[in-house]
């Protein structure tokens, strides 16, 4: 291995990810972000400023949210990680993901995991969270196409356990 | 049972539909008064399953067997020659498995000015050097530091007024303009400045904005024998199909391009780019496929932007507010080449949006040692939307007319360039009518002042050089066994909802429900040629089509049902995959009944799309109105709500349109008051190419958001009535904003983006004018 390479041999790392004890052999510089995406086999966590600006790769650590790609994978070990992945159970989604469906608070759909984890992570914490703490919560989220609007709009009605405003099927 | 399929001729295949039997639902139905079961319903999109559990995959989360990771070396410099780069010591470092760059010699010419894929004339920060494939994406980035490359700076100028200056460093030869100034002129423009009772003149600087689609340029590459397989993140397969066998050489039947989600595109991916060759190239040197997906300051630099402009503006009016003469003349900051893909055209709004027999304009495009800019969301009339409608705004202050009703007393119902009416002569009109009835624009309070916060107004109208669809596109329906239908297409669907949309035009025109459809896109293997998703275009260039493929299978069905039930087929329909009588009858048949009768036949259709009509130009409009308040103490603005009433002929998914309505008037709000890509012109530097400073709207920045429904189908422009929508909403953000700023406080801002500090800098200025 040449000098200027600070890889110094990889180093076995166990983790819980989305309920699943997962060994992973990593190198100590490899972000959280690329664990998943690269070694454990989960894109759903998205790469898009790798320097905490977007949120595209929220991920939850040990039950919070945190951007995955300024976190290091070998700073995991024995902790619980939970992905978009981990949220719905088989084809049932979380009714976040629902929402999110029925208020089409996507377009391109990039954003959109960790526009959901971080909104996931708000309701575990408080069930009825008010608009404020609502917007708080994704206001490290990026979407660059801009459906903030219906994001706002789906949280609310996971909060208000309304029906959706249109149906799927209609 | 057998029956004979029918053929469809292929002479025959160029319009809408061509019936055999006379049916009563034929195209004029979609025209007046036809109840949709499908078409304009708020229908989720067909994806969202996928795209909310994160299983829906984008180009970046391909994921082949034995696949490496790529990286691109970018010149630190603004200019400069190339004298020599060494890779050995790359190439030698392990988990290195190929290095490209000038050494390799490819005979590969780049953008309209034919540079060669790697120059050793380096004109921007972030132009090309070299490109890694590695076993991950730290080694990768290792090798680019192991690089050894010899410089030779050149002088530079990264400012587009400079580059104009006698004495300015040579770009590429000549003077720095990309091109001759394109001039237009009809009536007589000084005459018409001439008898004007009054004239507004402003010189107005729009910004460079970076798209900043979340997903980055880039592509997976993979060499399967001697095909070539793209995984693409981009606008158009067929465009980047295309254009990879032209730069590789291959014919078109040994490369695919595949693209079944994006993460965001807004323009900038309507073109290919050098990463997604690099990986190619370097695939076929590993031997391995290559995913090459560029990192955030790679994107910002070197995958285009909005050309910022500089407008002079001059309105000719009399006293009754009727325009006079029009004049603009424009500077366009190219940066250091010229890319394909849509032109930015500033001067059509100025030629279009109102009735003036005097009209002069005049653009040219300057090179700069800045990144390349390329076509974002509306190239041009963005620009050019917050220049005249400031102006305009302006003119109605001084004339003390309403804002609204000076544009009413310019209207045109007329292609005045063309001399021929637009499709949809009453389409402005009738946004102007929705606006009003939805923002209460007439109704609106006096600009308010409370402590240090003043509230206030603005209004922008706006129509859109394209959005009338661009043929060819060709689709193929093929109706299962079990009566459920596969159509498929070339187009792509760059997150606007297109897989949806053309599943309900396929399922209104056949006569079936939605959950019988299945649309596909995305992979230029399966699929006819398409256009670009640009310009609005890909709603009406292939919903025309598919309607065309789904009414001639629809056809299809109910001739060989009118057979098993030995009835004449112009007495039947299909409803909800239902045999019915046209008089809605129950016929205990069902689609499904007749493809089991057929089976193991099935029937299949084509469609495609005729060209558009020469007698009327067909176009999108949209007017847009602002509430804003701003804090005289700490220069914050605040937008409180917008309304937007785009004409895009009949929506035909109101739930997607909406999403389209607030996201673009999202963009527009960053665009008018955060959105800056900050070059230190002294040193040549970009100084924002990340998105920490380079400031996109958050969830807090954005007020309520409303789309005013005008829904007016545009019966002239196709066989669906839709134009385009995806552009339109943000056209008019940026300057019915700044309006709103004005009749707040006073203040013409003629520079975007407006922050705090310009709030602030003005705020005073006006004070010391007051004193």
């Known amino acids: 291995m040449s000098d200027n390479s600070p890889t110094s041999g990889k180093q076995l790392v166990t983790m819980t990810v989305n309920g699943e004890q997962t060994e992973v052999a990593i190198e100590p510089r490899r972000v959280l972000l690329d664990v998943l995406r690269h070694d454990v086999g989960l894109t759903g966590s998205k790469k898009v400023c790798e320097m905490g600006d977007c949120g595209a790769c929220t991920v939850h650590l040990d039950g919070a949210p945190v951007y995955s790609c300024l976190v290091l994978g070998i700073e995991c070990a024995g902790k619980k990680v939970d992905t978009i992945e981990g949220l719905a159970k088989g084809n049932q989604l979380d009714p976040i993901q629902q929402a999110f469906i029925d208020h089409d608070a996507f377009q391109c759909g990039f954003c959109t995991s960790g526009q959901i984890m971080s909104l996931k992570a708000l309701f575990e914490d408080s069930p009825k969270p008010s608009d404020e703490q609502i917007v708080t919560a994704v206001s490290g989220n990026l979407c660059r196409c801009g459906a903030y609007q219906n994001i706002v709009k789906a949280a609310q009605a996971v909060r208000d356990e309304a029906k959706p405003e249109t149906r799927n099927d209609d | 049972m057998t029956i004979k399929t029918p053929e469809i001729e292929s002479s025959k295949n160029d319009g809408d539909i061509e019936l055999s039997l006379p049916l009563q639902q034929d195209l004029t139905d979609w025209q007046t008064g036809h109840e949709f079961t499908v078409v304009g319903k708020p229908h989720s999109r067909l994806e969202g399953a996928e795209k909310v559990t994160g299983r829906a995959q984008y180009s970046a989360d391909v994921r082949l067997s034995g696949q490496l990771y790529g990286a691109v070396l970018r010149c630190p410099h603004p200019h400069a020659k190339l004298i020599s780069i060494d890779t050995s010591e790359a190439e030698a470092l392990p988990g290195v498995h190929a290095v490209i760059s000038q050494n390799d010699q490819f005979d590969i010419d780049w953008y309209s000015e034919e540079a060669p894929l790697f120059s050793d004339q380096l004109r921007f920060v972030g132009d090309e050097v070299a490109a890694v494939a590695a076993v991950s994406t730290e080694v990768a980035a290792d090798a680019l530091r ?295 624009w007439s109704q609106r309070k006096a600009p308010s002042s409370e402590g240090s916060i003043r509230r206030g107004y603005g209004l922008a109208a706006h129509e859109w050089m394209a959005g009338m669809g661009n043929p060819p596109a060709a689709v193929f329906i093929k109706l299962n066994t079990d009566g459920s239908a596969d159509v498929v297409t070339g187009t792509q669907d760059i997150g606007t909802g297109t897989r949806t949309v053309l599943a309900q035009v ?224 943000l056209i008019p953000a940026a300057p019915a904003i700044l309006n709103a700023i004005f009749d707040a406080t006073g203040l013409r801002f003629t520079q975007l983006p407006i922050n705090r500090a310009r709030v602030l800098a003005a705020l005073q200025a006006q004070q010391e004018t007051a004193e």
């Open chain 2, 506 to 729: 396929a399922a209104e025109a056949i006569g079936l429900p939605m959950e019988s459809v299945r649309l596909l896109l995305g992979d230029t293997a399966i699929g006819g040629v398409a256009p670009v998703s640009q310009g609005s275009f890909t709603v009406p260039t292939l919903a025309p089509a598919v309607r065309g493929a789904g009414e001639n299978l629809r056809r299809q069905i109910l001739e060989a049902a009118a057979l098993l039930l030995e009835t004449d087929a112009t007495t039947l329909e299909i409803k909800d995959g239902e045999i019915v009588s046209t008089e809605g009858k129950h016929k205990s048949l069902t689609v499904a009944d007749v493809c089991d009768e057929l089976a193991p036949q099935s029937l299949q259709a084509h469609g495609s799309r005729r060209a558009n009509p020469t007698d009327t130009t067909i176009r999108p409009f949209g007017a847009l109105a602002a509430e804003v308040a701003v804090d005289t103490q700490t220069g914050e603005i605040t937008v409180i709500r917008i309304v937007n009433a785009p004409d895009c002929g009949r929506i035909l998914n109101s739930k997607t349109a909406n999403s389209q309505v607030i996201g673009g008037v999202t963009q527009g709000i960053g665009f008018a008051l955060t959105e800056e890509r900050m070059v230190d012109h002294n040193i040549g530097l970009v100084l924002n190419a990340d998105l920490e400073e380079y400031k996109i709207p958050t969830v807090a920045d954005i007020p309520t958001i409303t789309h005013a429904e005008v829904n007016l189908p545009d019966l002239n422009a196709n066989n669906t009535g839709a134009k385009g929508l995806g552009e339109l909403p």
């Open chain 2, 146 to 440: 192991l690089i050894k490359v010899n410089y030779e700076p050149l002088p530079f100028v990264t400012d587009m007024d400079q580059a104009l200056a006698d004495d300015a460093p040579a770009i590429h030869d000549g003077d720095n303009r990309v091109e001759e100034d394109s001039e237009y002129e009809r009536g007589d423009c000084a005459a018409g400045l001439q008898q004007a009772d009054i004239t507004v003149e402003n010189e107005y600087r729009t910004q460079t904005a970076l798209h900043t689609a979340l997903e980055a340029h880039g592509a997976t590459a993979h060499w399967s024998g001697d095909e070539l397989i793209v995984y693409e993140s981009t606008q158009g397969v067929h465009a980047i199909h295309g254009l990879l066998c032209e730069k590789l050489g291959l014919p078109m039947n040994k490369v695919r391009v595949i693209e079944q989600h994006m993460g965001g595109g807004f323009g900038a991916k309507q073109t290919l780019w050098k990463p997604t060759l690099f990986a190619a190239l370097l695939s076929r040197k590993a031997g391995r496929p290559v995913q090459l997906l560029l990192d955030r300051e790679g994107e910002n630099l070197a995958t285009g932007n909005r050309n910022s402009t500089l407008q002079q503006v001059k309105l000719g009016a009399s006293n009754d507010g009727k325009l006079t003469a029009i004049k603009m003349t424009c500077r366009i900051n190219a940066g250091a080449y010229a890319t394909a893909g849509e032109a930015s055209n500033v001067a059509g709004i100025f030629q279009h949006l109102y009735h003036c027999e005097n009209v002069k304009t005049s653009q040219v495009r300057v090179y700069t040692n800045t990144g390349p800019a390329v076509a974002f969301r509306a190239p041009g009339y963005v620009e050019a939307c917050f220049a005249l409608e400031s102006a305009m705004d302006e003119l109605a202050h001084k004339l003390e007319i309403d804002p609204l009703e000076l544009r009413r007393i310019n209207y045109t119902g007329r292609d005045q360039t063309g001399d021929k009416p637009w499709s949809s002569p009453d389409g402005l009109k009738t946004c102007y009518e929705r606006l009003d009835e939805e923002f209460g």
